[in-house]
């Protein structure tokens, strides 16, 4: 799934309101790209949530996936390594 994608999602689910604490910096960082990119506040952060979200849960298969793949080639990846 693409940004794109997400972006048109995040769009047609109902909005709840959300309040959270950003550092100043940061907070200003988002109100200027807010502005040059045209994109609302809401929409960047329900994108950078949505994402994290992703990534996080890909996180888990892979580690799994990558632990499977040592388990069962270990002596292939030992010799390997010498």
Do not use: G, N, Y
Not at 21 to 34: F, G
């Amino acid at each position: 799934m693409t940004c794109h994608d997400m972006s048109s999602i995040i769009w047609r689910m109902p909005k709840v309101k959300f309040a959270t604490k950003l550092e100043a910096t940061v907070l200003k960082e988002l109100r200027a790209h807010a502005k040059v990119s045209k994109v609302p506040i809401a929409e960047i952060v329900s994108q950078a949530v949505a994402e994290h979200l992703r990534m996080v849960q890909v996180r888990p298969a892979f580690r799994d996936a990558a632990d499977q793949v040592m388990a069962e080639h270990s002596e292939l990846l030992q010799r390997l390594a010498k």
